[in-house]
């Protein structure tokens, strides 16, 4: 599926899932169209056995709306260009791609470690679910000692998250990799944070990649989607394709028309949140009510040299600890003007999140730290604004 002759993943994103030339009038739409449909009619028996046989060998051939047709094939085009993938399947959000990867590639008696940093919601796939089918999670702290200690006989998958959720931390992903290869573990990675343009957890050797396309991908706010990319890895392929299929996943053709809208400017968009995140965090970082800033763009984080490395940009992500009492961080939180409250980022708009406690304590990256943590995301506002607006919210939080 590789368009890579392209010189630069920028002109990539703005020529990929065009729609084809009319071979009677020679004009095309620019933009693909919405094609939707639950039926896949043929013409007879054998261009159905065609399509069938056609499928057994891998191609991507339609046959059911549920399989998607010429938009998600498309998009899934982007995301394995994005990705430096082979094979990709649309379902319908981020955390949907985790509870596939996982349902995937584990079965009855194995074990999987993930990694301390990962969303959160992973545990509650954990507490559920997978206790449900006999799969059993573990927890690590994310580097190479722990994982190490932490593998059994029945360990099968490394899950892991970099940056990680909520702290944006750092991991060293090739060394992990280089763990779990030793002991024949697939490894599995949410890369919503990079959504391939930052980030590229394949070409670090990661075996499948999971992103929350509501996020960057999308960038609008307006649909919920996740993708999930296999590498070069027949075996792994197959087993993401056949359960996909098992559980009946499907995305709205809309949606995906709306999110191949939001590639065209993902570049543009993720840039420009970077440089707001950044001019944020160097801002916060001179506070005396901040206490520490997260953010791995930022020289000062324990992680800059690993994001140096392995990133090949940033986002608007952040995070910061505050030296204030709880209520007078929610003072804060209820104060700011430009950045709307609720989960969920990647969007044109700004958000901010007052995490609670017991989210963040089961980081060991977190270190037992007891200040009040908020996390902003930087959307596509003037970054003066947003620096004012945070100026103005801290004044209040402490004059109550």
């Not at 750092?170 to 949410?190: G, R, S």
């Not at 999971?210 to 027949?234: C, E, F, Q, R, W």
């Not at 009946?248 to 999110?259: C, E, K, R, T």
């Not at 709880?326 to 989960?343: D, K, S």
């Amino acid at each position: 599926m590789s368009q890579s002759s392209y010189r630069h993943l920028d002109t990539l994103l703005a020529h990929l899932g065009l729609a084809e030339f009319d071979p009677q009038t020679g004009a095309a739409p620019v933009a693909i169209p919405s094609v939707r449909s639950s039926t896949v009619r043929f013409r007879s028996l054998e261009d159905l056995d065609n399509a069938q046989a056609a499928q057994a060998a891998g191609q991507r051939r339609p046959a059911y709306g549920r399989g998607g047709l010429d938009t998600h094939a498309a998009l899934e085009q982007v995301f394995c260009e994005l990705e430096q993938g082979q094979y990709c399947v649309l379902v319908p959000s981020g955390m949907a791609s985790i509870a596939l990867s996982l349902t995937a590639l584990a079965q009855h008696g194995d074990h999987v470690l993930v990694t301390d940093s990962a969303y959160a919601p992973v545990r509650l796939y954990d507490s559920g679910l997978a206790k449900r089918l006999g799969i059993e999670i573990t927890y690590v702290k994310p580097d190479e000692a722990s994982v190490r200690a932490a593998i059994r006989p029945n360990t099968k998958v490394l899950y892991l998250e970099s940056p990680g959720s909520l702290l944006m931390q750092m991991l060293d992903v090739p060394a992990l990799v280089a763990v779990a290869k030793e002991h024949n573990l697939v490894t599995v990675a949410d890369n919503t944070w990079g959504s391939g343009y930052a980030y590229r957890p394949l070409e670090l050797g990661v075996d499948v990649s999971v992103i929350a396309a509501t996020k960057y991908v999308a960038g609008h706010s307006d649909l919920m989607m996740g993708a999930v990319v296999v590498g070069d890895n027949p075996a792994l392929i197959s087993a993401v394709k056949k359960t996909n299929y098992a559980l009946g996943y499907s995305v709205s053709a809309d949606d995906v028309w709306l999110a191949l809208r939001g590639v065209r400017t993902l570049s543009v968009r993720m840039r420009e949140s970077a440089s707001n995140g950044l001019k944020l965090a160097e801002f916060l970082s001179t506070l005396p009510e901040v206490e520490r800033v997260f953010h791995p763009a930022l020289p000062s984080d324990p992680g800059h040299a690993l994001w140096k490395r392995d990133a090949t940009g940033s986002n608007g992500m952040l995070a910061f600890s505050l030296n204030l009492q709880p209520e007078q961080a929610r003072r804060f939180v209820n104060a700011l003007t430009l950045f709307g409250i609720g989960y969920s980022w990647g969007g044109f708009e700004s958000l901010v999140q007052y995490v609670e406690p017991e989210l963040v304590t089961p980081h060991s990256y977190w270190n037992r730290n007891t200040k009040p943590l908020i996390r902003l995301h930087a959307g596509l506002e003037n970054a003066q604004d947003l620096i004012a607006d945070l100026t103005q919210a801290l004044a209040a939080a402490k004059a109550a």
